[in-house]
């Protein structure tokens, strides 16, 4: 809804602390797309920063082959979900060795990435 506001409500970290969350919703384009050899790459490389120790879940897909409907964008090539307990531990994976060896590794195959963080409310 263009120029529509929404309230959105101040909500305390100590209402359940123990149960917020960091996610770390990230997509990737490959350069080559029909390279078999680079996404091999790029999954290996992402289910190597499950090993980042502040990383307490980490989900790779590929798109899902889901009805085709307006809203689903499936052009990407691999998915990363990863969640974090805290904001803190999220700044922390961004320079992680592991991380920084990642992006160096994968970085030259990638043509594109989206990332979406969020904090969860409960």
Known sequence: MPGAAFA?????NTTH??????SHHVFFWL???DSTEDL???????KSLGKIEVVKELIVGIPA???KREVIDNSYA???LMFFE??????????????KKFVEE?????????????????
């Open 40 to 46: 091999k790459k790029l999954i290996a490389g992402v």
């Open 106 to 122: 994968c970085g030259p195959l990638i043509s594109k990435v989206h990332v979406y963080d969020s904090e969860s409310l409960s």
């Open 8 to 12: 959105i409500p101040q909500l305390s």
């Open 31 to 33: 350069k080559n797309p």
């Open 65 to 67: 082959k889901t009805e």
């Open 86 to 99: 805290r904001l803190e531990d999220q700044k922390e994976y961004q320079v992680h060795a592991i991380h």
């Open 78 to 80: 691999v998915s990363e």
């Open 17 to 22: 602390p123990a149960k917020r969350k960091i």
